[in-house]
């Protein structure tokens, strides 16, 4: 299983509804975790980071985090055109290591 | 604050030439990394500095790759004798510590014809 598991998509979600991101991990002792958003031709912009299990909220976005089961899910409510782009969850290479690795991103699309 | 950035933003040089490129990162940021980006790839990690110290150089690809930190502050990394495969957008990225989120300059896009 690779470090970090994304699936490419594209995803394309309506205007205005939810759009649902998911990451999985295989190093149990992964403690943070972050998304990045790529727009094309464009560097990797940070828009959340998590550390602990549950939710955490900043305005649209909401990061989900269930280390248990491995898996860290980017959630945009109310999509726009503007959040088409690809999103990249990253942690870690191995637990307290300085290094990110990446996830090859999933591109979303927001259809008007 | 100013984010991080990076010079040149594009560059093209023919096969077997020398290239230098350059980072700077946020101010108070001790951290800082380096990762390539093929087209239509995802991000490669390259080396990785904290304060003027490279503790992880596992992904240069190469010994024409090499990289230097002056203090925590400018970062150049120095490809050379240049190969087409060495076209890529090198991106580099600081953070206030090691463990923290990290932050990217706009990345540097290299040709080499």
């Known amino acids: 299983q690779k470090e970090v598991e994304q699936n490419s998509g594209p995803l394309s979600v309506p205007e205005g509804a939810i759009a649902s991101l998911n990451c999985t991990y295989s190093d149990r002792g992964s403690q943070s975790f972050f998304w990045y958003r790529q727009y094309s031709g464009k560097s990797p912009e940070l828009i959340m980071f998590i550390y602990s299990n549950g939710d955490k909220e900043d305005g649209r976005f909401t990061a989900q985090l269930n280390k248990a089961s491995q898996y860290v899910s980017l959630l945009i409510r109310d999509s726009q055109p503007s959040d088409s782009a690809t999103y990249l969850c990253?942690?870690?290479?191995?637990?307290?290591?300085?290094?990110?690795?990446f996830g090859t991103g999933t591109r979303l699309t927001i259809i008007p | 604050g100013a984010g991080v950035s990076q010079s040149p933003s594009n560059k093209v040089t023919e096969k077997g030439k020398d290239v230098e490129l350059r980072c700077d990162p946020i101010?108070?940021?001790?951290?800082l990394y380096w990762y390539r980006q093929r087209l239509g790839q995802g991000l490669e990690f390259l080396i990785y500095?904290?304060?003027?110290?490279?503790?992880?150089k596992s992904g240069l690809p190469s010994d024409r790759f090499s990289a230097e930190r002056t203090g925590e502050s400018v970062s150049t990394l120095t490809i050379q004798r240049t190969q087409q495969e060495d076209s890529a957008v090198y991106l580099c990225?600081?953070?206030?510590?090691?463990?923290?989120?990290?932050?990217f300059g706009p990345g540097t896009r290299l040709t080499v014809t």
């Open positions: 990225a600081s953070s206030f510590h090691r463990y923290n989120e990290q932050y």
């Open positions: 101010s108070g940021h001790t951290a």
């Open positions: 500095f904290q304060g003027n110290s490279a503790p992880d």
């Open positions: 990253a942690l870690p290479w191995r637990s307290g290591n300085e290094k990110l690795t």
